[in-house]
């Protein structure tokens, strides 16, 4: 508790330090690096050891706030999602220092390292406080410091309008999240946490109290349909900002839900509601990045796509606990639990990965790329290593998590009955209809980006980013394998972890264990002999060179740009086979000859809640704000009468009437 408390104190005094360095830019560099590597690095000793140990720290600082108390605790849950925080922060922040050298010269550093530094540290508090209001007041900061991250470019209306958007959306969510804390705090007669979850509550308040905090913690985490502000801010904020957003700033959404969980006893239709939320949000989420054309907004609509997998791992944990089987509790909160350490890892590189593609080139446009291997091939295989990871690839950490999570299907195929089999069969069929379509989707984004021709000139030679931006996308690369290869470490983390939610014994750590690891073992052992069957084929070639003649080559042995699949045609198969499911216009000519002289084809999903329910409600509180505009006309008589009418009013409420 000692390292964590020490940590806080660094990011505050750095956070001044570089506000008031900020025309010192080499300075500020060094302060924000150093100060940053300080902090995480202490985070994580700390949070190992409460892991290792299952160590249980508290803080109490006094504190004058009404109702509130300085109150912080580390137990292995909020342990394990500061490992998460720290790993992808410290990776982002290395980053950004390369990303905005020559992006932004007029702008003062100082102020984006403040704001990140201070983001920082509202992370760490969110996932540390153990009173509503400390937690609140943390949540809020948290909030706010993103935006300012947000709207880095904000001399770009466009910037400044996602930046209101996620301001807005969020601030509904905090709403839901104050009155199920005000009304739990009144049950419990304490803002504590602790005399939360001892506290009991009516049937009723508890199904009130798990709606507010899906619906409030669930727009911060981005479910389906409440996902509205994540299309807008991830495009908009610079690359190490959205990797920050997406790797660790939803995760917070997921945190606050399993902490709820752990506090109240969720009810019986709690498990398929998350279940439900889930799938939906999964299925929907990945056909509707499927369908866009900016590399970016692509990303932003996968982090839709893997909280439905996350929300499915809680969903069969809860749906667990209502039959009273530990063994699937376990199982299905652990795999959601590791799907947030691999999501922010894997999400996090790729969103780098795109950063570094849109400094080199100028454009996220994916249309306008193609053939970027060659000349970015450092950004391109690391783009492919989470690709493959998010795609749930085997001996890759997106595969581990899934696994688990198709365990708790399993199991629940075999121990539910006949509501809980339905249950477990459909959520299994909606996982995998995901990883399928998260394959293709990243079949697109890699052919289209790297591989072929390049479909547009630049002016300068594309080059890849200097090391600074490089370094933290290869070490995210490597946890990505590390993980895959060897789970056993954040496996065991994970289920110390889910024992904040149901109690875990060794034995039962065992059980889960086992399987898994000899499946990778099984999986090494068979891409081992693969690896060694490639290279006694390139020794035999050696010794008997083999003879090369030019084939049949159908027309295609001088490929154009032309030729190429854009990301329309590419994804146009199946979003035609879903047209059902989203809202997919095509506009260009239909190819009705042999030899076209022109045909072009331009996809578009519309995003159905955006345009379908929140547009509509936006427009008719734009009318209502406008009539209520007139109130407030200038005019000094209009306010003395206003004045006049309020003080009429409270005369006569104060009135002695019944005297």
């Excluded at 198709?406 to 990883?435: D, P, Q, W």
């Excluded at 024992?499 to 875990?504: D, G, I, K, L, P």
Aim: glycine content about 10%; charged content about 10%; some cysteine.
């Amino acid at each position: 508790m000692k390292f964590f408390l020490v940590s806080l104190s660094i990011l505050i005094l750095s956070g001044f330090m570089v506000l008031s360095l900020g025309h010192f830019k080499k300075l500020c560099h060094g302060i924000f690096l150093v100060s940053l590597t300080a902090a995480s690095s202490l985070v994580l000793i700390s949070s190992f050891f409460a892991l290792r140990t299952s160590f249980q720290g508290d803080f109490l600082l006094p504190w004058s706030v009404p109702l509130g108390q300085f109150r912080m605790g580390l137990d292995p849950l909020s342990a394990f999602f500061l490992i998460t925080i720290a790993c992808v922060v410290l990776a982002a922040g290395f980053y950004g220092c390369g990303y905005l050298r020559g992006h932004g010269e007029k702008k003062n550093i100082g102020v984006h390292y403040f704001f990140y530094l201070f983001l920082t540290l509202s992370l760490f508090l969110v996932v540390a406080a153990r009173n509503a209001v400390l937690f609140l007041a943390a949540w809020e900061l948290m909030t706010v410091f993103a935006y300012f991250l947000i709207t880095y470019s904000d001399e770009k209306k466009s910037v400044r309008q996602a930046g209101y958007l996620y301001l807005t959306a969020n601030h509904c969510g905090v709403f839901c999240l104050l009155a199920m804390f005000m009304m739990m705090g009144n049950f419990a007669g304490s803002m504590d946490f602790n005399q939360m979850a001892a506290a009991h509550y009516t049937p009723t308040f508890l199904a009130v109290f798990f709606i507010l905090g899906l619906m409030g913690f669930g727009v911060k985490a981005g479910f389906f349909p409440i996902h509205i502000w994540l299309p807008h801010a991830h495009p908009a904020a610079p690359s190490h900002i959205s990797a920050v957003l997406s790797g660790v700033v939803l995760k917070m959404g997921i945190y606050g839900i399993l902490r709820m969980i752990s506090m109240i006893d969720v009810p019986q239709w709690g498990g398929p509601l998350v279940l439900f939320i889930g799938a939906v949000s999964g299925v929907l989420g990945v056909l509707y990045a499927l369908g866009q054309h900016e590399i970016k907004k692509l990303l932003a609509y996968h982090s839709i796509e893997n909280i439905g997998i996350i929300a499915l791992g809680i969903g069969m944990g809860l749906i667990g606990k209502a039959y009273h089987n530990n063994l699937i509790s376990i199982i299905g909160y652990a795999g959601a639990l590791l799907h947030v350490f691999n999501h922010a890892v894997f999400k996090g590189l790729l969103f780098l990965s795109a950063g570094s593609v849109i400094r080199s080139t100028g454009t996220g446009e994916l249309d306008q790329m193609g053939g970027l291997l060659k000349s970015l091939p450092w950004t391109g295989h690391l783009f492919l290593v989470g690709s493959l990871s998010i795609a749930g690839f085997p001996l890759l950490n997106g595969f581990i998590s899934e696994w688990m999570i198709y365990r708790s299907f399993l199991e629940g195929m075999i121990h539910f009955g006949k509501t809980g089999i339905i249950l477990s069969v459909l959520s299994m069929i909606s996982l995998t209809l995901i990883g399928g379509l998260a394959a293709v989707c990243f079949a697109k984004a890699f052919g289209v980006v790297f591989l072929g021709k390049a479909r547009s000139h630049h002016e300068a030679p594309v080059k890849e980013n200097s090391w600074v931006m490089r370094g933290p996308m290869v070490i995210l690369a490597a946890i990505c394998l590390w993980v895959g290869l060897s789970p056993k470490t954040l496996l065991l983390f994970s289920l110390k972890g889910v024992s904040v939610m149901t109690a875990t014994d060794a034995g039962q750590m065992e059980m889960i264990l086992q399987p898994i690891l000899f499946v990778v073992k099984t999986l090494f052992l068979f891409l081992s002999i693969l690896c060694l069957l490639a290279l006694f084929k390139r020794l035999l070639f050696r010794c008997v060179p083999p003879r090369y003649q030019e084939t049949w080559g159908c027309g295609y042995t001088l490929p154009s740009p032309r030729m190429q699949y854009t990301a329309s045609s590419f994804a146009d198969p199946v979003l035609r086979f879903f047209k059902s499911l989203v809202f997919f216009k095509e506009y260009g000519k239909s190819c009705t000859d042999y030899f076209p002289k022109e045909v072009s084809l331009l996809s578009k999903v519309v995003d159905g809640p955006e345009h379908f329910i929140f547009r509509p409600l936006l427009s008719i509180l734009r009318k209502f704000s406008g009539k209520l505009l007139k109130l407030q006309s200038g005019y000094i008589p209009q306010y003395l009468l206003y004045i006049l009418l309020a003080v009429v009013a409270l005369l006569l409420w104060k009135f002695p009437w019944s005297s």
